[in-house]
Structures are given as C-alpha cells and as structure tokens.
T-cell receptor, first 113, second 112 residues
Framework: KQEVTQIPAALSVPEGENLVLNCSFT??????LQWFRQDPGKGLTSLLL?????REQTSGRLNASLDKSSGRSTLYIAASQPGDSATYLC????????????FGPGTRLSVLP | NAGVTQTPKFQVLKTGQSMTLQCAQD?????MSWYRQDPGMGLRLIHY???????DQGEVPNGYNVSRSTTEDFPLRLLSAAPSQTSVYFC???????????FGAGTRLSVL
C-alpha cells in the first residue's frame, strides 16, 4: 500500500528565507507527483506536477524535485513571503493505486512578516 | 470559469439522517473523485468514477454511495450519517488525458 509522509508537519520562518518541504513515498512505481497548496477553509490548488521521468519542475519561486528511486520529493520556496503561508500537500499517482492519487498529511507553513 | 462546484459549503446533520453532497464540473472531465480530509491526515479517497455509468471504491468507501449518470455530476450520498463522518469533503476532477486535478472548495460536514 502506498504511503506518503511529509516532514515537517509545521514550519514557521521569517519573511525572505528560503525553505524546503519534504515528501516521502513508499512505493517508487509512481506515474507522477503533484504539489498542492491549500489555504484555510479552501480547496486545493495545484502548484507543480512532476512526471516520473522528470527530475524537477519550476514555477516562479517554486522548484520541485523528484528522486523516484529513493521515494522522495522536495518543494523549494525561494525568498518566502507572508502570502506563501498555507498548507502544502504532496500527492503521488500510480503504484498500487493506479490512476488515483495518494496524499500526504501536509506541511503547515507560516511566513512571518 | 466555474470549474468544480460543490454544494452545500456547510452542513450539520443528526446521527442517522441522510443527505447528498453535490459536485458538478463544467470542463467535460471524464475522471471525478470524492475525498475526505480529517485533521492531521491527508485526503483519503472515498469513491471515484472514470466516466458516466462507471464508479469504483477508494480507500474509505463504507457509509457512502455514489452514482454517475452524467459526465458533469458526481453526487455523494450518506445513507445514515454517523459522527465518524464529520469531516471536510472535497470533489475533484481531471481529464484522462491530463494529470492535473482540479478541486472544489469543499463541504464542511458535522454529524452530531
């Protein structure tokens, strides 16, 4: 059974810092991995998607990497801003779940002004 | 652009009551799914559908029913609500040719 974990569970940083969020998964036979952002009381918004054949994806100040063999992904946020405060979830598709996504519990990020 | 629309946004039920959570998408997506989100846990898949007339169970299907009579709509039914079903429910959709999932804003359900 695919299991996804995220470390840390919560993170508080001062504005301007670069930070890394971690995601680990147990079954490396994935099709892709997706990072989402969730604001309080809201739905999920897709940030970055990495196909299994890719090593990383970039969008603005965000960079996501994927190491399938070790079952790890990282989300790097450069020059963090208070507006980045949210919960960040990773989800993997494939493996035993086929076309469905398995989600991690999320990392709650607070960027202090 | 409406995207994925969920109704209601909030609901309070008494134990044993039934209700239907509505989900509609206007992107002509074949794949639709329902998740529940509980504190400290990731989203868990309840049921999913790969097209009209086709549904299947996810990780936590007990206590929930679904149907998919049209491409646009994928309602989730609670036949006899239990306090353990207190949660936030999300509907999502995607095209089978795409990988990005689009989520609704969620339904916050409390069962007393």
């Amino acid at each position: 059974k695919q299991e996804v974990t995220q470390i840390p569970a919560a993170l508080s940083v001062p504005e301007g810092e670069n930070l890394v969020l971690n995601c680990s998964f147990t079954d490396s036979a994935i099709y892709n991995l997706q990072w989402f952002r969730q604001d309080p009381g809201k739905g999920l918004t897709s940030l970055l998607l990495i196909q299994s054949s890719q090593r990383e994806q970039t969008s603005g100040r965000l960079n996501a990497s994927l190491d399938k063999s070790s079952g790890r992904s990282t989300l790097y946020i450069a020059a963090s801003q208070p507006g980045d405060s949210a919960t960040y979830l990773c989800a993997v598709r494939g493996g035993n779940y086929g076309q469905n996504f398995v989600f991690g519990p999320g990392t709650r990020l607070s960027v202090l002004p | 652009n409406a995207g994925v629309t969920q109704t209601p946004k909030f609901q309070v039920l008494k134990t044993g009551q039934s209700m239907t959570l509505q989900c509609a998408q206007d992107m002509n997506h074949e794949y639709m799914s329902w998740y529940r989100q509980d504190p400290g846990m990731g989203l868990r898949l309840i049921h999913y559908s790969v097209g009209a007339g086709i549904t299947d169970q996810g990780e936590v299907p007990n206590g929930y029913n679904v149907s998919r009579s049209t491409t646009e709509d994928f309602p989730l039914r609670l036949l006899s609500a239990a306090p353990s079903q207190t949660s936030v429910y999300f509907c999502a959709s995607r095209s089978t040719g795409e990988n990005i999932q689009y989520f609704g804003a969620g339904t916050r359900l409390s069962v007393l």
